[in-house]
């Protein structure tokens, strides 16, 4: 089984991040399985050195750290589709596809 | 069947040459709009990586010219046809863009072209604007609207956390012949420091507010002994103000009477809440 391993960057954890990453992490469980990935939230002001080791010019951004080749989007959190196709991640089984 | 003369070939040639003229002009004038823009533009390939930046997106990104060229940025997406981005300065200072995102092609490969307009200055004020209808312009403490706003929401939160929460009521005492004597600025002045003796008495998980004139409010929550936790909150708050204030270089006493009201009831309505508390302060005040 291919473990997905993600970072979300954001400028700062509040209520509407935190709601936008839930919706991401849905989508995440129906296209990999809930067991398949992992979703880890960096806050860019209280950890600034990872986001400059990161090289992260803007947040939100989404990285796929593994599986390797990395991939990244950056952008709305809540453009699940749209972020599955730019990271690669396989197709929603329930609507079978690409909606934005 | 015979090929065209020598005439017809130079005709020919001038008019390849007049068409490749044309599109090189027509192609430095789009560059020129593009380069010259005070949005920022930018064309993203499949995997993330900037393959063109205008100026104003090195600018807003914080690069110098020509630097965003290959950096890993991240595919831009859009829910609907616009979002809002931030964008990480080293000083911290940090920007708020809205970004388009057209679906287009490079060099014959998919890519997406993302426009960037820096709203900084916009969102700033809108924060100012929000700030201000819900906090008190004199003391900076949250008005009676957020106030209630909150109170609302603990009051639903109760129903998960089975806690209680109480209402602190306060009012100045002797605050209108103050006023009266020394006039408003003077009185304004008794206010904000009321309103900072107020706020040491909290803990950090209550809320107090500036309902209007010299009454204050304070929500204590998540308290598993309301009665306890209120009645310590008032001895706090007498005895913030058992030294005078100093004023301008004149030291004036001001009193403060205090009551509260505690509820786990998370049906309770809160103007009722809020009534009780009153009525309590002034039962305090008239057994002074």
Redesign the interface.
């Known amino acids: 089984m291919t473990r997905y391993e993600l970072t979300v960057y954001v ?1 700062r954890e509040d209520n509407r991040v935190r709601a936008a990453v839930e919706a991401f992490r849905r989508s995440c469980s129906r296209r990999l399985g809930a067991e398949a990935f992992d979703i880890c939230v960096v806050d ?2 209280a950890n ?1 050195e990872l ?1 400059e080791a990161e ?9 796929r750290d593994l599986p390797l080749p990395r ?6 959190l ?2 699940v589709d ?2 599955a196709t ?1 990271l690669e991640l396989p197709e929603d089984p329930i609507d079978g596809g690409d909606r ?1 | 069947m015979t090929g065209p003369g020598a005439d017809e070939l130079g005709e020919l040639r001038c008019q390849v040459r007049d068409l490749r003229r044309q599109l090189a002009d027509a192609h430095a004038r789009l560059r020129s709009i593009v380069e010259r823009s005070a949005d920022g533009a930018m064309v993203v390939d ?3 990586a900037v393959v063109y930046a205008n100026p104003a997106a090195h600018r807003l ?2 690069h110098a010219d020509g630097e965003l060229l290959g ?10 046809e616009v ?1 809002e ?4 300065t080293s000083d ?1 200072a ?1 920007l708020v863009a809205e ?1 388009r ?1 057209v679906a287009t092609e490079w060099d014959g490969r998919t890519a997406a072209l993302a426009l960037l307009r820096d709203i900084t200055e916009r969102h700033r004020s809108q924060a100012e604007l929000a700030h201000r209808a819900t906090h008190d312009a004199l003391t900076g403490l949250p008005n009676r609207y957020l106030f209630t706003d909150r109170l609302r929401q603990a009051l639903v939160r109760l129903q998960r956390e089975h806690d209680s929460l109480a209402v602190v009521f306060a009012d100045l005492d002797g605050f209108k012949p103050l006023n009266d004597r020394y006039g408003h600025p003077f009185g304004d002045l008794v206010l904000i420091e009321a309103a900072r003796r107020l706020t040491m008495t909290l803990r950090p998980s209550d809320t107090a507010a500036r309902l209007g004139g010299d009454e204050f409010v304070i929500l204590c929550e998540d308290i598993h002994d309301a009665t306890g936790v209120a009645t310590s909150i008032l001895a706090r708050i007498e005895a913030a103000f058992a030294q005078p204030f100093r004023i301008r270089g004149t030291s004036v006493r001001v009193g403060i009477s205090a009551g509260y009201a505690a509820t786990g009831d998370p049906e309770c309505d809160p103007e009722e809440l809020l009534r009780r508390a009153d009525d309590a302060m002034y039962a305090r005040k008239a057994r002074r």
């Open positions: 400028l860019v002001l600034p986001a090289r992260i010019i803007v947040t939100p951004t989404v990285v991939r990244r989007a950056i952008g709305d809540l453009a749209a972020l730019a934005s | 499949a995997h993330g990104l914080g950096e890993h940025l991240g595919f831009p997406v859009t829910a609907g979002t981005v931030e964008i990480v911290r940090h970004m995102v």
